[in-house]
Nanobody, 124 residues
């Protein structure tokens, strides 16, 4: 059984930084792509960032490009999202997800395991 547990969310002022972590359990973590999504109140879940199984390929939503960085440590079964220059519009629940395959995927349909989410609130 695969479990994903996010941590690192919180309240931060605009312009600040947060680092989200996702701890993954289960077999063969390093064989799968991973992603981060977010959901703001009253809005649909949206793609934020994704990384391939080796960490060699990554892709970002236009809204976070240049500000957020996704990374992974396969030895520790961990995925991270470094978020800099945060804006109020970055507020939402952030979810870690494991992909169905080893590549990276921008659509939620490419993922079959999800964490419970961690709240990020950016004040203006």
């Amino acid at each position: 059984q695969v479990q994903l547990v996010e941590s690192g969310g919180g309240l931060v002022q605009a312009g600040g930084s947060l680092r989200l972590s996702c701890a993954a359990s289960g077999r063969i973590f390093s064989s799968y792509g991973m992603g981060w999504f977010r959901q703001a109140p009253g809005k649909e879940r949206e793609f934020v960032a994704t990384i391939s199984w080796s960490g060699g390929k990554s892709y970002y939503a236009d809204s976070v490009k240049g500000r957020f960085t996704i990374s992974r440590d396969n030895a520790k079964n961990m995925v991270y999202l470094q978020m800099n220059s945060l804006r109020p519009e970055d507020t939402g629940v952030y979810y870690c997800a494991r992909a169905r395959g080893g590549d990276y995927y921008t659509s939620y349909t490419g993922y079959n395991y999800w964490g419970q989410g961690t709240q990020v609130t950016v004040s203006s």
